[in-house]
């Protein structure tokens, strides 16, 4: 007997265990949530602290800082600056 996989995007959600559909797409979107969760923490995290970066330089190394590119110019300002 043969034991299907299901395949999503060619990649085994399942891991080789015969699940129903219904099942395998549970799975998977309690795995995007997970990926999803995880990484608005690493964001926010990573914000936080060029927020306080932000806050720690003069005001000389942020002449910049108020185009798109906020957190590269927060950046380069605190590496001119040490």
Not at 43 to 50: A, E, F, K, T
Request: aromatic share 2%; charged share 35%; with cysteine.
């Amino acid at each position: 007997k043969t034991t299907k996989s299901f395949d999503l995007a060619g990649v085994n959600i399942l891991n080789r265990k015969p699940l129903d559909t219904k099942t395998a797409l549970d799975k998977l979107q309690r795995r995007r949530e997970t990926h999803n969760r995880v990484e608005r923490k690493r964001r926010d995290c990573i914000n936080q602290l060029i927020d306080d970066l932000t806050k720690l330089l003069p005001p000389k190394h942020l002449e910049e800082a108020t185009s798109k590119c906020h957190r590269v110019n927060v950046l380069r300002g605190a590496v001119n600056h040490i």
